[in-house]
């Protein structure tokens, strides 16, 4: 912070340095090509003492510009304000550099009288003072309003971002009591049937319910852990079908630690089982399929089931439920135009969902959020 000071400051001097010498060189080519007599020295002399005491005064200027802002609440006061203001700093300026020159740079100066050299300054500079003035002042108005533009802009977008989080969780928290009431129906139906089975299925969902808690905060997770939350729930599933189900992973070593939105996979898990395994006597396979090409994540799952009637490939299917829609809107969300979530019947029976998604190996989905809480 101390470091910053400094340099901000430093680049303010610099400015008024560099304006300095512009006109130094001004008035040195200007009075040479007219034939006077004059030197470097003089040149720079008058150019610096005139800048560096309107950088002198510029913290007072800028005070009142920031205090008495030319907006639409109170332009009339700030007007009234600045007009005066500008008249008086430009006779300050003038009386300052009468001083300094007086005092201190000897010569034909401090033989002529004080008033006489004030005079002059003031009849050839006043309405230069007056404009000048008036450019700070302009000069810290577009720095407050760019100012003002930037904060609404950094707003605007974490509003934004909290908004996505926000359908995000809600998206989250639809998939959550909707796995919960299925499983809480089938350990029903066990019940009476098989108790073991049952125990152990209730065994099973709290194991799920603790990882789905542990995560319940974070939008995102890694293919590892997604891949635990779909074992878990498989699980749970294998105690229902028992061995009518049957589950195949295929899992690229290099995706093991890709980000990846959490539970995303779990309700196409869930709805390959409802449509692939539930409405069939005969053993039915899910096949789970992860791997990276390139720049992107690939993750797939196919089941043996009747597929579904106009599933084309472009995730509108007809008959889409709410597991396969959130995961659309998930995706849209945290990704934008940078995914894709495809829905194809496979040739001979079976539905394949297919999602793409940029291959990310640390937390930077919501990154943007972290950066701009921080501002």
Request: a positive charge; charged letters at 20%.
């Amino acid at each position: 912070m101390v470091q910053r000071f400094w340099i901000r400051w430093l680049l303010i001097l610099t400015a008024w340095t560099a304006l300095a010498l512009m006109f130094a060189t001004q008035s040195y080519l200007y009075f040479t090509s007219r034939g006077s007599q004059t030197t470097w020295k003089a040149s720079l002399l008058w150019a610096f003492s005139t800048w560096y005491l309107w950088a002198a005064l510029w913290p007072v200027i800028l005070w009142l510009a920031r205090h008495f802002q030319l907006d639409r609440r109170g332009w009339r006061l700030a007007l009234l304000v600045h007009l005066f203001s500008g008249i008086c700093f430009a006779f300050i300026q003038p009386l300052l550099l009468t001083t300094v020159k007086y005092l201190d740079f000897g010569g034909d100066l401090t033989r002529r009288p004080f008033g006489v050299i004030l005079s002059q300054l003031l009849y050839t500079t006043l309405h230069i003072n007056f404009i000048t003035y008036w450019v700070i002042v302009g000069v810290s108005h577009a720095a407050e309003f760019y100012r003002r533009y930037r904060e609404r802009e950094r707003a605007a977008a974490l509003l934004e971002t909290q908004l996505a989080q926000a359908q995000l969780q809600a998206l989250k928290m639809q998939i959550q009591p909707h796995f919960l009431f299925n499983s809480l129906n089938s350990i029903a139906a066990l019940i009476e049937e098989d108790s073991a089975r049952a125990g152990h299925m209730i065994a099973r969902l709290g194991d799920f319910l603790r990882l789905t808690l542990a995560n319940s905060d974070t939008q995102v997770s890694t293919v590892t852990r997604e891949l635990e939350f779909i074992k878990t729930y498989l699980d749970i599933e294998q105690v229902r079908f028992e061995d009518r189900l049957r589950v195949q992973f295929e899992i690229d070593q290099q995706a093991g630690m890709a980000n990846v939105p959490s539970m995303i996979l779990q309700p196409i898990v869930e709805n390959a089982i409802q449509h692939g395994v539930s409405q069939r006597e005969a053993v039915s396979h899910i096949y789970i399929t992860v791997r990276r090409d390139d720049e992107v994540l690939i993750m797939s799952v196919k089941d043996r089931g009747p597929g579904r009637p106009g599933a084309n490939g472009n995730g509108n299917s007809n008959e889409r439920g709410l597991g396969l829609a959130n995961t659309k809107m998930r995706l849209q969300n945290l990704y934008g135009v940078n995914q894709r979530m495809e829905i194809c019947n496979v040739p001979g029976g079976g539905l394949l969902v297919t999602l793409t998604i940029p291959f990310v190996e640390e937390s930077r989905l919501l990154a943007n959020l972290k950066t701009l809480s921080e501002e």
